[in-house]
T-cell receptor, first 111, second 113 residues
Framework: DAKTTQPPSMDCAEGRAANLPCNHS???????VYWYRQIHSQGPQYIIH???NNETNEMASLIITEDRKSSTLILPHATLRDTAVYYC????????????FGQGTELSVKP | NAGVTQTPKFRVLKTGQSMTLLCAQD?????MYWYRQDPGMGLRLIHY???????AKGEVPDGYNVSRLKKQNFLLGLESAAPSQTSVYFC????????????FGEGSRLTVL
């Protein structure tokens, strides 16, 4: 199983871009990178996913390095409501699509 | 369209009691999952199902049983509750395939005394 490594915590100023890194050096060629976030003790919320190309949606952008060993989630204009724990996950394709969560990064957006 | 619904949302048990958590989804999803989350920790996968009538073990299956008799429901059972099973339990569903996202319920907080 590909494992992910994230910093335990980060701070970001409100209105600035938040760049959350993730290392997944053992990722396989057919494994996707997923990002979720969890606000307080709510159920995790899907943000974005990608295979090899950079992806963007209304919430965030995902930048995956060419060797796919790391990725960065970008929240372009962080708000106080983006304060949450962010999880970077590699999806195991051939095992029922289960997602294994790591410890995540606790992002604090400050005024 | 309610998404993923978990019942009950709160429960207090005594050691040795049994209970069942129910997860229901109305999105016709193939895959369903049960996770637990302890304070300050990430989510850990207990069991999951890739379709009606199927179940599989996750990272921490001991002490739990599951059943998927109907596609829309995934039940998590504790036969003899232990204080170590005090946790918040999250159910999730996924339509299946390579790149589907997980939809989570709001969680069920279980305390075992």
């Amino acid at each position: 199983d590909a494992k992910t490594t994230q910093p335990p915590s980060m701070d970001c100023a409100e209105g600035r871009a938040a760049n959350l890194p993730c290392n997944h050096s053992t990722i396989s060629g057919n494994e996707y990178v997923y990002w979720y976030r969890q606000i307080h003790s709510q159920g995790p919320q899907y943000i974005i996913h990608g295979l090899k190309n950079n992806e963007t949606n209304e919430m965030a952008s995902l930048i995956i390095t060419e060797d796919r060993k790391s990725s960065t989630l970008i929240l372009p204009h962080a708000t106080l409501r983006d304060t949450a724990v962010y999880y970077c996950i590699v999806r195991i394709y051939n095992q029922g699509g289960k997602l294994i969560f790591g410890q995540g990064t606790e992002l604090s957006v400050k005024p | 369209n309610a998404g993923v619904t978990q019942t009950p949302k709160f429960r207090v048990l005594k050691t040795g009691q049994s209970m069942t958590l129910l997860c229901a989804q109305d999105m016709n999803h193939e895959y369903m999952y049960w996770y637990r989350q302890d304070p300050g920790m990430g989510l850990r996968l207990i069991h999951y199902s890739v379709g009606e009538g199927t179940t599989a073990k996750g990272e921490v299956p001991d002490g739990y049983n599951v059943s998927r008799l109907k596609k829309q429901n995934f039940l998590l059972g504790l036969e003899s509750a232990a204080p170590s099973q005090t946790s918040v339990y999250f159910c999730a569903s996924n339509r299946g395939g390579q790149s589907g996202e997980l939809f989570f319920g709001e969680g069920s907080r279980l305390t075992v005394l």
